[in-house]
């Protein structure tokens, strides 16, 4: 029996890296799993993988930062599953483009607040309300552990990370009468291929590496804890932001 049996979950971004293990995981799980990126081969690649394995998916080639296409993602996973459990906003990500207030171009800071959490904010504005029609659930936000420290040369992703380590704090205590519960993760440097390809070029992810006591993190092991966020387990776990971060913020 599966930790996420009879459950409908929606994840933005799953064509590659966090989104497509949590995706996968949350299949094997038991759970049926709609997802968005704008990748349509490797978001389609996803969905085959799952299929493979015997799961059910459903991929819609969309922009998250679209509040239109947002919506008709949701009512596309509405109309195939009839429910929806779990809504894992799982876009965003820095790149070496980002510096301090003083140096990082204007257009980086836009980008990262369009993406990061404009996207997220979308995928709450119409995701929850079809969570609360359903009886509740469960949305898991993506924060980053550079919400949670201070650090150097990452001030417009950072911004948006923290924005949303505070929005998940609010929707929290909004969504909590309608059985709603709101948590974020916060992840490490992790092995994606995007975060990877960072590493050779960006002096900060390096450093903060440095101070994980586990190494980098495997993508499943942020996976697995948005499976309990996502799971039944999770039922008395809210307004709460989970640090996977090979001991970052102790070291």
Not at 64 to 71: A, G, I, K, M, W
Not at 87 to 101: E, M, P
Not at 182 to 200: S, Y
Not at 228 to 242: K, P
Request: one cysteine or more; charged letters at 20%; a negative charge.
């Amino acid at each position: 029996m599966g930790r996420l049996d009879g459950k409908v979950a929606f994840i933005t971004g799953a064509a590659f890296g966090i989104g497509k293990a949590t995706a996968l995981l949350f299949a094997q799980e038991g759970a049926a799993v709609a997802f968005i990126d704008n990748q349509e081969q490797a978001g389609q690649a996803t969905a085959d993988e799952i299929h493979a394995a015997g799961g059910q998916s459903l991929f819609i080639h969309a922009d998250v930062t679209q509040s239109d296409q947002v919506e008709a993602a949701i009512k596309q996973t509405l109309a195939k599953f009839g429910k929806l459990n779990i809504l894992h906003n799982n876009v965003g990500g820095s790149t070496v483009h980002d510096s301090s207030v003083t140096e990082a171009p204007v257009e980086e800071f836009w980008r990262k607040m369009q993406l990061d959490l404009f996207g997220m904010w979308l995928g709450c504005r119409h995701g929850i309300p079809a969570l609360i029609e359903s009886g509740g659930g469960s949305v898991i936000n993506m924060s980053s552990i550079f919400a949670l420290i201070g650090t150097h040369k990452k001030d417009a992703y950072t911004a948006a990370k923290g924005a949303i380590s505070a929005l998940t704090r609010s929707m929290a205590v909004e969504y909590a009468a309608n059985k709603v519960r709101v948590n974020a993760i916060a992840p490490g440097a992790t092995g994606t291929e995007r975060v990877l390809k960072l590493l050779q070029r960006d002096g900060v992810t390096n450093k903060s590496l440095d101070g994980q006591l586990f190494g980098i993190v495997p993508p499943k092991d942020v996976a697995y804890a948005a499976l309990f966020l996502a799971s039944d387990e999770s039922a008395s776990t809210t307004g709460h932001i989970l640090s996977v971060d090979g001991g970052l913020t102790i070291s």
